[in-house]
């Protein structure tokens, strides 16, 4: 089944990030390949709460699920490459920059650029 805009189902969840019960960011799964058992992590948070660790955390409970709970293999960031706080997130929680895709997304006025940052199940360091 296709759903608006592309999206398929059963592909992971997202999650809001709250602070005093009020929604500040999100975080979440998307494109999760069941079969590859391979899935990729998104995320934003608010100016006003970044440089607090918030979504470096966040991202570490996702992995543990994904892991742990799905018994993924692997798992995928991606981040435009003058993205300097979104491309810190995989590389503080110890992933590896796999490739870089030139054409990677087609947006309204630019064809976007990826850098790729994986994870494999046995690289993951719990903390
Ligand atoms: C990408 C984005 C989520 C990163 O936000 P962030 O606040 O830098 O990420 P974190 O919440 O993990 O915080 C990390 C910062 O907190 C600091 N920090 C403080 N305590 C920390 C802790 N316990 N653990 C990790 N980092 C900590 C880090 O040093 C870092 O700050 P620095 O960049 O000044 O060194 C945010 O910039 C954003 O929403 N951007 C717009 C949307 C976007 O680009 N999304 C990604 C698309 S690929």
């Given at each position: 089944m296709q759903l608006p805009g592309g999206a398929s189902p059963n592909q992971g969840f997202q999650a809001a990030i709250l602070e005093r019960g009020a929604i500040v960011g999100g975080i979440g799964f998307h494109r999760t390949d069941w079969e590859q058992r391979a899935t990729t992590i998104g995320y934003w948070i608010a100016e006003d709460f970044q440089g607090r660790g918030t979504v470096t955390r966040a991202a570490a409970r996702l992995i543990d699920h994904a892991l742990?709970?799905?018994?993924?293999?692997r798992i995928e960031i991606r981040a435009a490459p003058d993205n300097r706080r979104s491309r810190a997130i995989p590389e503080r929680l110890g992933f590896h920059q796999e490739r870089v895709i030139p054409n990677a997304e087609r947006l309204p006025y630019r064809i976007a650029v990826h850098v790729v940052y994986v994870l494999l199940s046995d690289q993951w360091q719990r903390r």
């Amino acid at each position: 089944m296709q759903l608006p805009g592309g999206a398929s189902p059963n592909q992971g969840f997202q999650a809001a990030i709250l602070e005093r019960g009020a929604i500040v960011g999100g975080i979440g799964f998307h494109r999760t390949d069941w079969e590859q058992r391979a899935t990729t992590i998104g995320y934003w948070i608010a100016e006003d709460f970044q440089g607090r660790g918030t979504v470096t955390r966040a991202a570490a409970r996702l992995i543990d699920h994904a892991l742990d709970v799905w018994e993924l293999e692997r798992i995928e960031i991606r981040a435009a490459p003058d993205n300097r706080r979104s491309r810190a997130i995989p590389e503080r929680l110890g992933f590896h920059q796999e490739r870089v895709i030139p054409n990677a997304e087609r947006l309204p006025y630019r064809i976007a650029v990826h850098v790729v940052y994986v994870l494999l199940s046995d690289q993951w360091q719990r903390r």
